[in-house]
């Protein structure tokens, strides 16, 4: 069976760091492209970060919001995805997935949005 599982999430104060983690089964995270997608309260999902299949020579995508401050890595041994987190502000408040589309071995399913496996989600809340 397919699944990503997110976790990592939580309270956090401002300017503090995180880690979220991604794991996969059913599949390899090295064949595919995996990306970071997160939904603050009353707005819609925006992609934030996205590493492609190891097939594929280009360094990670960030949206530039984030860029500089987060970043996005595989850890093969435990199929992960890894997003670190740092510089947390409040507008970084989400629910946060690690999508897939298991057609696509570079980014453009997640930045363009087509994406067909998800996960639960992880909620972070960057306060004081």
């Known amino acids: 069976q397919v699944q990503l599982v997110e976790s990592g999430g939580g309270p956090v104060q401002p300017g503090g760091p995180l880690r979220l983690s991604c794991v996969a089964s059913g599949f390899t995270v090295d064949d595919y492209a995996v990306g970071w997608v997160r939904q603050a309260p009353g707005k819609e999902r925006d992609w934030i970060a996205c590493i492609g299949s190891k097939s594929v020579y280009h360094s990670p995508y960030y949206r530039d919001s984030v860029k500089g401050r987060f970043t996005i890595s595989r850890e093969n041994a435990e199929n992960d995805v890894i997003l670190e987190m740092t510089k947390l502000t409040p507008d970084d408040t989400a629910v946060y997935y690690c999508?897939?589309?298991?057609?696509?071995?570079?980014?453009?399913?997640?930045?363009?949005?087509?994406?067909?496996?998800w996960g639960q989600g992880t909620s972070v809340t960057v306060s004081d």
């Open positions: 999508p897939t589309y298991l057609s696509y071995t570079d980014c453009a399913g997640v930045i363009t949005g087509i994406l067909d496996i």
